[in-house]
């Protein structure tokens, strides 16, 4: 009896298998050639994994990850993750960043982060970053509100 | 007595979580693409950092996605109809027990990545992944896990 159950189920599975074939063969196709990674976007390995807060300040604890503030000068002058760089996407996307200067370890894990959820300044710096040869990206998206929140070290003169 | 009231709670559960599959399913299937990239974004590829990298875009499993994108609604709309519907219940609420034993695995494992995503479960639902998520399957699965010891062989 047992075994005519699962005989069914995987029946009921095929057929789910084939009316999402037939009805998408797009998405398959494109998935299969490498289209969809190319033109949509979708990767096993995104560029950089969007962390939270806990991963975010236990990278910070082991002291090996090199935080970057996307957001402005003068944001950052107010106040910052302790020990955080500034590097301002806008900087750095009108080349007014020496990024080589300033982090020249390609292989540096790079925690990039801005002001928090509807804040898209770190996952593009984070694009940049990985145009220019960078692989150990993580986008921390809860950012400053998040990290002020749980009290953790900051700085500036706030 | 008691068998009136088991008969309605098994009723309610197998309408709750055909229902609620039924809804999940029919979600990414007005969206594939979208749930595509929510697919790419749970980073299943990369358990070790890094260990996958940008070079590596085009290797299997990213080829694989739009065949999860594409099928996975689709057995997730029928396993929920056959339980709401009563066909084939036994069946059904083995593969809905199943999925959801592979849902929990992977939510757990991603949570403990620390990663902050969108879990991607309902359409139009922004939750990020957390212990909430995963105590909602454990108990859906556990629905599901009814279903299937109180449903006749058909």
New interface residues.
Partial sequence: MQREVIVQSLLIVLAACLIGAVTQPDLILDSLTGKLALEHSVAAAPIAPVINLAKAKELFDEGEAIFLDARSRSAYGESHIAGALSVPLLDVLRERVDLAAILPDKDAILVAYCSGDGCDMAGELAEELARQGYQRLYVFQAGMPAWEAAGYPTAGTK | MKRITDRYLYLLIRFFIGGLFIYAGLGK?MA??EF??T???Y????PF??A???G????V???????V???????E???GL?VILGV?T???S??IS?LLAVFILILILTYL?????DCGCFRGVDR?IGPLVIIEDLLMFFGALFIYSKAE?S
């Fill in positions: 299937i594939p693409f595509a990239v697919i790419g974004s980073n299943l590829m990369a950092e890094f996958v990298t940008i590596s875009y085009n290797l499993p990213t080829r694989l996605i739009g065949l994108a594409a099928t996975l609604p689709w057995i709309v029928l396993a056959g084939r036994k069946a059904c083995l593969i199943s990545r620390g990663m902050d995503i990020k062989p």
